[in-house]
C-alpha cells in the first residue's frame, strides 16, 4: 500500500512541497513542486490544513514522576532539595504505579507530537525488579519507539551520595539486569522499536566503579551509555569535593567520554569542556522547560553545536516541567536560547534539536528527517486553533504560536493519533487510573 500524504500547507524538508509517499514503515518518495509521485498510489491523504513534521523525538524523561507532578513540597526548589524531597515518597513506587504512569506519559508525548522516546528509569525499589519489561510492555501497546534507559543508583547517604538507602541497589544486582535487559529487549538496526541503553542516573548517587564498569558493559554489548552531568552547581562542588574533580573530567575518568554517550543537561561547561565533548562525539540532550523551571541555568547550545557536538531536546520530568509535551519544549528552547543568543537562534533551530539532533544523541540515521528511506515517522499539525489566526509562515507559527497538540501522528507508516487523539487510548480511563495511583503514591506523606 503506498500512501500519498498530498500538498501539506507546509513541511519540513527539502524539495517536498508536495508531500511524501509513504509504503510500509518507510517513506519511498518525496514529491517535489508541480511534480507528481512516481509511485503507483493506492491511497491518499490530503494534507492541505497540515503543517508536516518529522516525528519528534524526546531524548530526556522519567515517566513515574508525572505522580508527583507540582507536588507542593517541591514546587519551589532547585535540584538537590527537589529530590530529597521526592526520594521517600518516589521509594513507594509500585509496579502497577509505574505501569499506569508510563501509559499516561507515553500518551502526553504521542499526542504533542512524539514518535520517539527516551525513558531514564533509575528508581529500583524493593518489588520493582521488572522495570524495564514493564515499561517495554507499555511502549509495545501504545506503539511509539523507545529507548529504555536502565537506570541505577547505588551511592547513598551513607556513603557520600544524595538518595538514601530505600531507593538504591547493589552493583552486581545492577549489572546483572542491564544484561538481561538487553538480552530480553534491545533490538538492532534500521526500524528498532526497543532498545536499551545503560544509564547510571548521575555523579551524586553511583560510584565510580558503577559508571566504570557500566561503560565496559555498553562496549560489550554495543549499546548507547545515558547520565545525568553537569546540570547545576551543586552537582560541579559535589564532583569536586567527592572524587577530585569536575563532572568532566569525571566523566572522562571513568571511559564515559565516547561517542556511545548521550547527557542530560549539558549546561556547566568551560570552552575547553565543550571541545572535548565535541573531539570525542558526546551528545547532549538540551532540557530547556526542566532548566527554567528548577533555576538550573542555561545550556551552551550554539558553542556545543559548534564543536560537533549532537544537541538534542528532552522534556525531562515530569515533575520538574511539569508536562510531557515536546511541542512546548521545542518553542521554550527557542526562548530561552533567544536570552542566550539573541536572534540568531531561530524556530528551525528548535525544531533541528527535537528531530534530526536527537535522533543523533539516540544513534540513530533512520529518523529524525522526513527524507527517502527513513522510517515513516510524522507528526502533522493543523492551525486552526484560535492562537494561529492571522499567522503568515506555517512553520513558525507552530513555535511561535505555541503549538501543542498535534492532530495527526504516524509511527512506522501507521497512524498512532488522528483527529487530535490516540488511537486506541480511553483518555478518560487512563486519567482515572493515573490519579488514583498519584494520590496513593503522595497522600501516604
Ligand atoms: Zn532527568
Redesign the pocket.
Known sequence: MALWLKDPLAILAENAERGVVVEGARIVELVAKGAEPATVIDEIFEAGRHVMLPGLVNT?H?FYQTLTRAHPDAINKELFAWLKTFYPVWARLRPEDLAVATRLALTELLMSGVTTTSY?HYLFPDGLDDAVDIQVAEARRTGLRMTVTRGSMNLSVKDGGLPPDSVVQDEDAILADCERAIARHHERGEGAMVQIALAPCSPFSVTRELMRATARLAETHDCRLHT?LAETRDEDAFCRQMFGMSPLDYLEDTGWLTARSWL?HGIHFSDSDIERLGRHGVGICH?PT?NMLLASGRCRTCELEAAGVAVGLGV?GAASNDSSNLMEGVRHALLVNRLTYGTKVTHLDALRWATSGSARCLGRNDIGVISMGKQADLALFDLDELRFSGAGDPLAALILCGAHRADRVMVAGKWKVTAGMPVGVDLEWLKAEHGTAARRLVMLD
Open positions: 530526556h522519567h531514564h545525568h542530560a532540557c526542566s525531562d
